[in-house]
């Protein structure tokens, strides 16, 4: 299948530009193609001059022109003719399963590491699977049975993840059901629960939040205990979390603002109170997403609000 025959599929839906179809591609979880502006634009040349597509400039004031993409007569007949025909077979490719067949060499502990590295991943996948769903991104007015079609996509990814992590555990429990293999604790954490109202508390890590994926890992944690709220200690922060310059402070709390998780930081107040850091703090606890707090019960009054 070519990514040609997917774009003709998202124009069916609705017009759109280049820039459109590739945010499209960068949110699906099943059109797997990178959506790179090179491969978008090549089979868009490519379709135009087979009839496929038209396009159209558009100018805007105060705004470059765009060039708007539909679909034609002839494009909606290939893309018909795609529809009818056989299905391919599924291709199974998981690169964990390379790395898993040579892992003999390995000792249990190292094992049992890159098992719970891999489970830890695919959580992490299902949960993002599941908040697409939440935010259903780039879903056109369905009819009702396309909105069945486009349900049961979702349960097959969020089902091909499920059985994933149940081979991972059956896995784990055959090869270490008589041994005795010491489970890495990368969080030490609490969840805490007030009035009904439920929070993860992150007291310490093993390694100090340095990065995207650490935030991810955190609102994977929060979703996991079916909670939207966290608080973080300042022995879970890193150092370059307070150097502006590194951007990893606004790269973490950005990725907490997109995934509508309520964060608190306990930090000391020398700290918050260095340089540029300062304004940032201010500015931050301005708004309801991410705050900074001295003690802890401050912090803990303003996540169960």
């Known amino acids: 299948m070519s990514i040609q025959l997917a774009i003709l599929g998202i124009l069916s839906w609705k017009s759109s530009t280049g820039y459109e179809l590739k945010k499209i591609f960068e949110d699906s979880s099943f059109m797997y193609w990178s959506g790179n502006n090179n491969q978008i634009y090549k089979a868009l040349m490519k379709m135009e001059n087979d009839d496929f597509v038209t396009s159209e400039v558009v100018h805007q004031d105060n705004s470059p022109s765009k060039k708007i993409y539909a679909i034609t007569e ?47 991943a695919i959580k992490l996948q299902l949960i993002m699977q599941n908040e697409k769903n939440r935010r259903a991104l780039h879903s056109p007015n369905r009819a009702t049975r396309e909105s069945l079609i486009w349900e049961m996509i979702s349960e097959n990814i969020i089902s091909t993840y499920n059985n994933e992590l149940n081979w991972v555990r059956e896995t784990r429990h055959k090869l270490f059901e008589n041994e005795a293999v010491e489970e890495e604790e990368k969080m030490n954490y609490q969840i805490r629960e007030i009035e009904s109202k439920k929070y993860i508390e992150l007291i310490s890590t093993t390694e100090p939040l340095s990065t995207e994926d650490d935030a991810l890992d955190l609102i994977a944690l929060c979703w996991e205990h079916e909670s939207n709220a966290i608080m973080i200690h300042y022995a879970a922060l890193s150092e370059v979390f307070f150097k502006l310059k590194t951007k990893v402070a606004g790269d973490i709390i950005q990725k907490f603002i997109n995934y509508g998780i309520k964060a608190a930081a306990i930090i000391p107040q020398e700290t918050i109170q260095k340089g540029r850091f300062k304004e940032m703090a201010m500015e931050m606890n301005k708004g309801h997403h991410f705050r900074m707090y001295e003690s802890k019960k401050e912090a803990e009054e303003w996540i169960l609000k």
């Not at 025909?85 to 190292?110: C, D, G, H, R, Y």
């Open 74 to 120: 002839e494009g909606l007949k290939e893309l018909k003719k795609w529809l009818v025909s056989s299905p391919e077979a599924p291709e199974i490719k998981k690169t964990f399963l390379v790395q898993f067949a040579w892992s003999n060499m390995l000792s249990n502990q190292e094992l049992s590491n890159i098992l719970s590295e891999y489970e830890n």
